[in-house]
């Protein structure tokens, strides 16, 4: 079983963030059996993520993406995503009401830019974010898994943790793999 990451955001090419979000996740696929065949760390640019996308398609089952799902402006990565799999971007009331939840859960008023996650692409599965607010997303196609999570480290673990790793061993009948330390 093969698959690519793709890191998405400036931060992480001029030097101020370490990539420890590509790190993290080719450790847990290693642990079950995926081989992470190659990297692609990338700007926030429209291009740079198409293109991204098709070279990891082209010879991966697994893709998956961080970073760009937040509320900002340069939080483009949701949209390239839709667009690449011709998805339309449809308005969820019910993640704006979890994403409320959220910031009186912690006493705050929830900024009207957070309204923006609530749209998300009518062709993806929503995969759960507990600790922060944006959902990830889950594309089908082709027989290729692909996965969308925020670039927030915590947020990406959790969701790695509590359903990309089981999905991929149910869904591939993968098996932990076995290694030795030999000294």
Do not use: W
Not at 4 to 28: D, H, P, Y
Not at 61 to 68: E, F, P
Not at 86 to 113: A, H, N, W
């Amino acid at each position: 079983m093969k698959a690519a990451l793709i890191s998405i955001g400036n931060e992480l090419l001029n030097g101020r963030t370490v990539n420890s979000n590509a790190t993290f996740i080719g450790g847990k696929l290693f642990e079950i059996g995926v081989r992470v065949r190659e990297i692609f760390t990338i700007r926030d640019e429209p291009e740079s993520i198409t293109n991204a996308l098709t070279a990891a398609l082209a010879t991966n089952q697994i893709v998956l993406v961080t970073g760009g799902l937040g509320p900002t402006h340069d939080d483009i990565t949701k949209k390239v995503i839709a667009g690449y799999f011709d998805s339309k971007l449809i308005f969820d009331e019910s993640i704006v009401q979890r994403i409320e939840q959220k910031f009186r859960e912690r006493g705050m008023r929830m900024p009207e830019t957070n309204r923006e996650q609530g749209f998300v692409p009518e062709t993806a599965t929503l995969i759960d974010n507990p600790v922060g607010t944006a959902p990830g997303l889950h594309f089908r196609q082709n027989g290729s898994h692909i996965f969308a999570m925020p670039g927030v480290p915590r947020e990406m673990r959790a969701m790695v943790t509590d359903y990309i790793l089981p999905l991929l061993a149910r869904e591939f009948q993968l098996k932990p793999t076995e290694t030795r330390l030999f000294r």
